[in-house]
């Protein structure tokens, strides 16, 4: 049995940090929606009970990849043996971008190989397990657009404008912890509620992350100021890419042509359903 899915990117339309938590960790709000493009996961059925990744990503050990810590996190959860599954990775989204890459594959592989070895496990059970992964692999387990809370894994579902977006990678790869543990670090930005990230001044939301990975990466502040020539620009999560909002393809792929040269990037529609649920639904 071999199974072929879809592991989508997504952006944060804006970040904020709402609080610090006694354990470390932040509160925020943040606004999560998917993209028509990511990386595509290939499960095949073994019947020795191990997991196989394939190919080996670049500083990633095997078992250290979320994709085998998903599977083998899935496998715990039943009380009978599971087959085991080689899993091929076509690796599309860039690593450490912001764009969610590795969360999402987690999800992929919790729900491809819930249906691969039958497992029959409800959603709220995989977010459960998701989370255990990263806050952001829930809201992929989910596959709806949402407005997020907690440390991103409080989710309500949302229907953004689902417009097209250049999003441009800079030649640098972010350190989340060293992101989060700096002093410079905005903490302290007032919760908000839905409903006026739909309408009004959309100024009002931003990325509290970016000034200080601008600071601490000039590739990507340099990115940001071309981008920002065609509109607003934002960083998504805490990664290296950055993003420009368009109301058509056409208009998202002229500013594509023009981008200055060393700078990688693509070209994708806002989904406010994964593409992920969408092949498992044709799939049923």
Known sequence: MTLSLPSPAKLNLFLHITGRRSDGYHDLQTLFQFLDYGDELTFQQRQDGQIRLTPTLSGVEHDDNLIVKAARLLAKQTDRSVP??????????????????????????LLGLN?????????????????QLGADVPVFVRGFAAWGEGVGEILTPVEPPEDWFLVLKADCHINTGKIFSHPGLTRDTPKTI???????????????????????????????EWLSQFGPARLTGTGACIFGRFPTESAARNIWESKPSGITGFVAKGVNH???????????
Not at 104 to 109: F, M, V
Not at 117 to 127: N, V, Y
Request: glycine share 10%; with cysteine.
């Open 84 to 109: 085991g599954a080689d899993i091929h990775l076509d690796k599309r989204l860039p690593m450490g971008g912001g764009l969610g890459g590795g969360s999402s594959n987690a999800a992929t592989t």
């Open 115 to 131: 249906r691969l070895w039958q497992l029959d496990l409800d959603i709220d059970t995989l977010a459960e397990l998701g989370l």
């Open 194 to 224: 839905i409903a006026p990230a739909f309408e009004g001044d959309a100024s009002r939301y931003r990325n509290d992350c970016e000034d200080v990975v601008c600071e601490l990466y000039p590739e990507v502040r340099k990115s940001l």
């Open 274 to 284: 994964s593409p992920l649920h969408k092949k498992l639904t044709e799939l049923t």
